[in-house]
């Protein structure tokens, strides 16, 4: 892939003061644009200056929500190198998801190498503070005109960077969640498994009734009984029960983290039996009761983990390691984020550096 490089020549002031980035807010200064045209395949593979899209009010993804996303970090260690976390994983991932929304896959090695060459020319606006880092959001929409319900036969392919402080300025902070036993995120056959937007506009209304009541996320569960947990909003949920570790397969309905297949892999490392398998929300919440309902956590990019210090369902509360953050959860965190940032070894080969062009 030839990737046409035109840079700014109007560089925008960057952030002096990293703990109030935020995230997503503020982008840098260019983008990766690349489109698709039926017949002809990708081409124009192209790093331009970050600046709004124009496109035709009749495009197919204004209307019918065809389009998919990716996120990733790229992650300063404290020797001044820049380095991403599994980003083969997300090629990959954005691949299912254009087979299942009938979009035109990208070449691992393409994808890889458009990240890295754009987070290598914003390279600057990598933050420098442990726990913040450049947020990377490739994403692909449909652009054919006409309101005609198809699959479009031309797309875009796009990827933005916006620094991001740490997700918890005050440091890990358990969140209470709701338990959501009205509406549903997916059910088998939908599109849950894959990152689309459209997964997202159908779950907003339960998350803003949840964040009323205050609470910070919503708990999926299944579509079809609303037995089982699936997922927390934009992350993956373990439950450590009586010394064990349950999460919910990703088979369908549940969005396979790489955070937490991460995450997975590591506890298996350190000896705990994991298992990946339907678990009933009752099953969860009797466990809270009888005192084994030990650690609850999230798990996801932005994030990395997120310990949960409360479950409510039907009006009952589950109180979780008496609000604070569990040990294991704490171990984790540490753990992924000290391979993220460069402070620990990685010895999985989960790392990938950028490097520099010049
Ligand atoms: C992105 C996402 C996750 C987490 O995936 P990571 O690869 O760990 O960032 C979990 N659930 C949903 C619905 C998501 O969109």
Redesign the pocket.
Known sequence: MDIKITLTNQRKSRPEDESKLGFGKIFTDHMFLMDYDEGIGWHDARIVPYAPLSIDPACVVLHYAQEIFE?MKAYRTADGKVQLFRPECNAVRMNDSCDRLCMPKIPVDDFVTAVKTLVDIDREWVPHTYGASLYIRPFMFATDVGLGVHASKKYIFCIICAPSGAYYAAGLAPVRIYVEDDYIRSAPGLTGAV?CGG?YAASIKAGELAEKLGFSQVLWLDGIEKKYVE?VG???ILFKIDGKIYTAPTVGTV?P????RSAIELLRDWGYEVIEDRLAIDDIMQAARDGKLEEVFG???AAVVSPVKELDYKGEAAHISDGKIGPLTQKLYDTLTGIQWGTLPDQKGWIVEVPELG
Request: charged content about 20%; cysteine-free; aromatic content about 0%.
């Open positions: 996120g990152k997964n997922e934009a992350m993956n969005l983290g790489i955070t937490r798990t996801g990019t």
